[in-house]
């Protein structure tokens, strides 16, 4: 909140006016799992939480590099463990009118 106070030497009375000023910045994002270690047959619930002004307008998962389609704007992912997944990277964009990250 910044302020600003004016005096006139004619006016008894001081002056305040007030601006709220309202930083905007991309998404901050950090990826939680509900499991440490993950079994082939196991089912893996990602989150994905953002931290960003003016709030975030889309979600996206990638797995392996490619976009998981079904999963876009969802703040979760679930997966089913397989070996198609072993060694692929999971990624989540989020993004707002300022930028994206991952």
């Known amino acids: 909140l910044l302020e600003c106070e004016a005096i006139n030497d004619s006016d008894e009375e001081s ?3 007030s601006t709220k000023v309202e930083i905007e910045f991309e998404p ?3 990826l939680t799992a509900d ?3 993950v079994y082939e047959g196991d089912t893996v619930k990602i ?5 960003a002004f003016p709030s975030l307008v889309e979600y996206q ?3 392996g590099g ?9 703040m ?3 997966i089913d463990a397989d070996r198609t997944l072993n060694g ?4 989540c964009f989020a993004r707002n009118k300022i930028g994206q990250r991952s």
């Open 88 to 91: 692929k990277k999971v990624t």
């Open 76 to 78: 979760e992912l679930i």
């Open 61 to 63: 998962w990638n797995v």
């Open 15 to 17: 002056r305040t006016v």
């Open 35 to 37: 499991r440490e270690s």
């Open 47 to 51: 989150s994905c939480t953002a931290e």
């Open 28 to 30: 901050q994002v950090s």
């Open 66 to 74: 490619e976009e998981v389609k079904e999963a876009r704007g969802a």
